[in-house]
Every structure is written in C-alpha cells, then in structure tokens.
C-alpha cells in the first residue's frame, strides 16, 4: 500500500480503527475523518468532505455502520432512514465520487463492510439487513462497471465481532451462547477482519472482485 492514499469511515473504534491501523502499517497514507468531518447521516456532511479532500483517494473502505436493534413492526420511520443512510446511501455517494477518479488513474480498491446479516436471518435485523443487503448489490454492481479500468470492489461480510457494537447488541448470556455456535470457539478480533480487508484492498489482490467475503469463523456454514 505504500503510496497509496486509503479512506477509512468509521475508523474510531471497532474493526474500522484495526483496518485504519494495518493500512497504515502496510505503508497507505490513512484518512480516518471522526463523525464531525464525515457523519454518514448527513448528505452535505458527506459532500463538504469529498469537496475538501485533497488528492485522489486509492482505496476507500465503506466501515462505518449503525445497527439499531428493532423488529419491523417496532421500527420507526428515523431508524429505518438512519440506518439505510449511514450503512447504504452514503456509502454509495462515496464510492460514486471515488470510483470514476480511481477508473481515470488505473487503479483503486473499494471494500465495503457488510454482515453476514445481508445473507442468513436475525430476527430484530429489519433494517440492518436490508441496508447491508443492499451494499452486497452495490458491490456486485459496481465491481463489473470498473473492473476493466484496474478498480477492484468487494465486501466483507463479518459473523460475530468483539466490538462495541457487539457487546451492545448481545448481552454476556447470549454472547455466550452465540460462542458456543461458531465453529471456531470464539468471536473475531478486529485485526483478523483488518487482515483481510488489507488483502483485498492491496495490490496483491489482482483478480478477486465482485465478491463478498463471509469471515464467521464458520458460523453460517452450521
Ligand atoms: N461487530 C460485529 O460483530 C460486526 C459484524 C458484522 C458487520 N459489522 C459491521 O462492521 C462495521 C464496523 O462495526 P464495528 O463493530 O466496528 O462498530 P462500532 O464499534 O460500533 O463502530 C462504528 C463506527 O462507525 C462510526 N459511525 C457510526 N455512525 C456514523 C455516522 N453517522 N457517520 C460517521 N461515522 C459513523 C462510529 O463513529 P463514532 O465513534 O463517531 O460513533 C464508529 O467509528 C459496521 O458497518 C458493522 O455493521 C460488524
């Protein structure tokens, strides 16, 4: 990655700060702007940082979600447009500003953070899901429409991770028992998704695209 310029959204915590981190090992220059420079709920938010930036961005990861816990019929309006916004419509915005200058310059990596949600039912999910699913499309999509100009566009779709936003969503009983269901014995340590994500957002990754990458430590394969 060195050289190269990466924009990490939601790198404060949590898997975005493990992938912040392993990027700029690799050598990347890391932009990871808090919520106040690029709040994902907010359009002109978003435009303000993409008028701002200064230089090409060679690798963009769409991190950065929300996950507000509600069954349909509990969901209101706010947390329905919130989390499509924050986890679908924004990163989408982004990755349309950004992919047309990487296709123009050769090059680039596009990695959005999705949940293996997208794909197998949770009840309480509602809007999660649909917002997750939706990136997977985008994902697909998009990676077809660049792929010859040398951009690559994929999704990893995590299982259970030690992060915040985990232990708020489960409580240590149900953590417990979420273990003893995953193959490997235990959740994932946000530098094992950084891992991956550092893989497939560097040049060694020449012909995986289109693809989202389950990392569950064979949770969904039970
Ligand atoms: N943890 C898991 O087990 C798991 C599993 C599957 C998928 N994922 C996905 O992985 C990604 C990261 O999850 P995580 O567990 O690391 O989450 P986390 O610890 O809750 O961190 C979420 C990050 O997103 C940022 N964020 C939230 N709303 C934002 C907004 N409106 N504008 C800008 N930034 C915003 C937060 O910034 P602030 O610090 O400002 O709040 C924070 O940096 C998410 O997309 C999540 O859906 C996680």
């Not at 924009?7 to 808090?34: C, D, K, M, N």
């Amino acid at each position: 990655m060195n050289g190269r310029t990466a924009l990490v959204t939601g790198a404060s915590r949590g898997i975005g700060s493990a992938i912040a981190q392993r990027f700029a090992e690799l050598g990347a220059r890391v932009l990871a702007p808090s919520r106040a420079e690029l709040d994902l709920a907010d359009d002109d938010s978003v435009d303000g940082y993409l008028a701002d930036l200064q230089g090409p961005v060679d690798i963009l990861v769409n991190n950065a979600g929300v996950n507000s816990l509600g069954a349909a019929a509990e969901a209101s309006d706010e947390e329905i447009a919130e989390t499509l916004h924050v986890n679908l419509v924004s990163p989408m915005r982004l990755a349309r500003a950004v992919a047309p200058v990487m296709a123009a310059r050769g090059y680039g990596r596009i990695l959005n953070v999705s949940s293996i949600w997208a794909v197998v039912a949770k009840p309480r999910r509602f809007a999660y899901a649909a917002s997750k699913a939706g990136l997977n499309g985008m994902t697909r999509t998009l990676a077809v429409e660049v792929a010859s100009a040398g951009v690559l566009v994929n999704a990893i779709a995590p299982g259970f991770v030690d992060t915040e936003l985990t232990r708020a969503n489960n409580t240590r009983a149900e953590l417990a028992a979420i273990v003893s269901g995953i193959p490997l014995g235990r959740l994932a340590q946000p530098a094992e998704i950084a891992e991956l994500a550092a893989f497939l957002c560097s040049s060694r990754n020449s012909f995986v695209t289109g693809q989202v990458i389950v990392a569950d430590g064979g949770y969904t394969c039970l």
